[in-house]
């Protein structure tokens, strides 16, 4: 089994690059559009909605844009990436204004980020 792909609400495209695209270095794809009617029926949201993927060899964030929107609905609700390096990343992430929150658990610090609309990423090491 794999995640196929996690679906994400971003209030703007250049967020969505920001993170996706120029933080984990993902390949971004040509917007397309949900149309209002689809976008009611699915997610009971009343407009057109763009869509771009952001893949990587084994990842695959279909991003959802509409204006205003905040993403992390709640504290439990996350993504875990592991990354190879993980001081390299939170580095990576603290020079390009990312949210870096690092919680001691027992002998172990678990780390989370925040993209720029606010979703909540747990950040693993190999």
Same mark, same amino acid.
């Given at each position: 089994?794999? &995640?196929? !792909? *996690?679906?994400?609400?971003?209030? !703007?495209?250049?967020? *969505? ?6 933080? &984990? $270095?993902?390949?971004?794809?040509e ?7 689809? *976008? ?11 869509? =771009? ?5 084994? =990842? !695959?964030f ?9 993403? @992390?609905?709640?504290?439990?609700? !996350? ?9 390299v ?19 172990? =610090?678990?780390?989370? =980020?925040?993209?720029?609309? $606010? ?5 693993? @090491?190999?």
């Open positions: 089994m794999r &995640l196929q !792909h *996690a679906g994400i609400a971003c209030s !703007h495209e250049n967020n *969505a690059d920001k993170f996706y695209k120029d933080l &984990l $270095g993902l390949k971004k794809s917007p397309k559009t949900l149309p209002s009617d689809l *976008a009611k029926a699915i997610f009971n949201f009343d407009a057109e909605l763009q869509i =771009i993927n952001y893949m990587g060899k084994n =990842i !695959h279909e991003i959802f844009i509409a204006d205003g929107a905040k993403g @992390g609905s709640g504290e439990i609700n !996350h993504l875990c990436l592991e990354v190879s390096n993980l001081a990343f939170v580095e990576k992430c603290r020079r390009r204004s990312v949210d870096v929150t690092q919680i001691p658990k027992g002998d172990k =610090i678990l780390t989370f =980020i925040r993209d720029f609309d $606010g979703n909540l990423f747990e950040i693993k @090491g190999k």
